[in-house]
C-alpha cells in the first residue's frame, strides 16, 4: 500500500504544474514548450550533474533557454547524463548539436535515424496538401535537414534499455520517421511518445495557439508512412499508458486520453490519414543508408506565392502572440515577487 500511496503521489500533482519554465508532467518529468514544440527532462529537481537526461532539442536557436531550464530544475552548470532523440526532424533538433559539444554528452538514436543525423540523407518532402490548417500549408518552407552529428550520435542499445533512464525502455515506433522512438516507463505507464501521435491538431495554426489538449495522429504533413504509422498508434494505444506526454500539445492523463487515443488507434484511418497527400497509400521507402524512393508530388491548386504570403503572416501572428504569452508569464513572475518583497518589507514596519 505505502508503495501504490507513492506512486500515486508522484502522478498526482496538479495537471501540467508549472515550475519556471517549464510543467511537471510527474514529480521527476518536465516539459519544455518551445514555441511550437515539447522537449523533456529526465530526472527529479535538484539531480546532480549526469544524473538527468534530455529527450530532444527543441527547434534552432533555443540552446539557451533549455540552458536555462536546466539551471532552473538541476542548478547552474549542471549537465545531463545524455540527449536522447525521439527522431530527427528540424522542430527536435534545433539545440543538439550546440548542447552535445558544450555538454560533451553522447546523443542517442534509432539507427534508422542515423543517415539523417549524419549528413547523408534529408527526408522525404513535407506535403503542403494534406489540409487541415496553416501549419501544414506552410510545411514546404520547412527544413528537411540533414545535420551532421556524427561525432556525438549512437545507436540505442539494442535491449531496449534507455541509457541513463533507469526503468525506460525505448520502442520503435516509425511512421513519422524510419526510426522514430517512443519512450515509456512501466511503473508509472508514463508515456513520452515524441510524434508517433500529439496532443494538439498539429495542422493548425489556431490549435498550436491554444493549445486544445486532444489526441491526434501524427502530423499530418511530415509522415510519409501511414501504415507505419497506424501500427504504431496500435503498439502504444497496447501500453495503455496514464501519462502522454507528446513532441507537440500539453500533456495529457487519465480516462479521456486513454479513450481518445484507443480510438485514434482503432479508427486511424478516419481520424488520422489525410483523405488526399503525397502519401496517402504511396509511401516514402527508406532503409539504413536513408530515403530510397519518393513518390511523385501531388498537384497543388493553391501557388505557393500565394500561399506563402498569407500562410507566412498568420504564422507570424502566432508565433508573435505565443512569444508574447511566455512574456507575459516571465512578467508575471516577476511581479510576483516584487509583491512579495514588498510585503515582507510592510511586515517589518
Known sequence: MQGATRLQAETSLAINEKRGSVMMVTSDVACQQVLMVNLFFVGAPGARTGEWTLVDAGVFNCAARIKAAAAELYGANSKPNSIILTHGHFDHIGAVKELAEEWDVPVYAHPLEM???TGRSSYPPPDPTVGGGAMAR???TY????????DRVQALPADGTVAGMLGWRWIHTPGHTPGHVSLFRERDRTLIAGDAFVTTKQESAIAVLTQKEEVNGPPKYFTPDWEAARRSVETLAALEPNIAATGHGLPMRGAEMQRELQELARDFERLAVPRQGRYVGHPAMADETGVVSIPPAVSDPMPKVLVGVGVAALAGVALYALSHRESDGARRK???R???KMRARNKAF
Open 115 to 117: 543517415p539523417y543525423l
Open 138 to 140: 506552410l510545411s514546404f
Open 143 to 150: 527544413p528537411r535537414g540533414p545535420i551532421d552529428i556524427n
Open 334 to 336: 516577476v511581479t510576483t
Open 338 to 340: 516584487r509583491q512579495r
